[in-house]
């Protein structure tokens, strides 16, 4: 090495520190690594841990915030890419576009489906097995017969072979879920009533 390394100084610490970096710095400039400049202080009897010190302060700037860049931008993508997995989802606008999606089984693909008397919320969740789970939830609901408003915000899974595009409440029979037990105590509720307001006629027409 062409440049002889400081003598021991009995210096402040803190100067000490500042005269070697800069002397680690002129080294690096002659071609040396860092860890030959680096041996050469510790075989002239520095402090290792001032040694230390000063190979650190020696390094530039923008070779200290490198490594912490590159740790936000992976902190950064790691973030994106769950986002994209398990939040973010692309709306259908249009019915066509979400037979194809539930066809194909495309996860996180939504569509609202504006019926006269209720909303449904379709979500693909993705295959399983050789099926296709949709999340069906009813959005809102017109007050009426029906009596579909007070299960607003309700959600049911409904499984489809793959490769079927359906309206997935209109066979409850493939869905689980509070929805679902919802619509069978009504469907049950207004068969009773039917029964119950048309039960003189059933009895005339059984005496004949």
Not at 65 to 79: A, N, R
Not at 88 to 112: H, S, W
Not at 131 to 148: D, K, S
């Amino acid at each position: 090495m062409k440049k002889e390394a400081p003598r021991v100084s009995k210096k402040p610490e803190e100067d000490v520190i500042e005269h070697l970096a800069g002397w680690l710095r002129s080294v690096r400039k002659q071609g040396y690594s860092l860890q030959k400049g680096v041996e050469e202080l510790l075989q002239q009897g520095y402090d290792p841990k001032i040694v230390r010190k000063s190979a650190r302060r020696s390094r530039h700037r923008s070779e200290r915030v490198l490594p912490v860049l590159l740790l936000i931008v992976l902190v950064i993508l790691g973030f994106l890419a769950t986002w994209m997995t398990f939040v973010y989802q692309a709306e259908c606008d249009t019915f066509a576009c979400y037979q194809e999606a539930m066809r194909k089984c495309v996860d996180n693909i939504g569509y609202v489906n504006e019926e006269p008397e209720v909303f449904w919320g379709y979500d693909v969740l993705g295959r399983s097995g050789n099926l296709c789970r949709i999340r069906v939830t009813l959005l809102q609901a017109r007050e009426g017969e029906l009596g579909l408003s007070a299960l607003s915000g309700q959600e049911m899974v409904c499984s489809y072979n793959y490769g079927i595009a359906a309206y997935p409440e209109k066979d409850i029979a493939k869905c689980q879920g509070e929805l679902k037990e919802s619509l069978q105590d009504l469907v049950i509720e207004k068969l009773h009533t039917h029964i119950l307001e048309n039960l003189g006629q059933i009895d005339q027409g059984l005496n004949g």
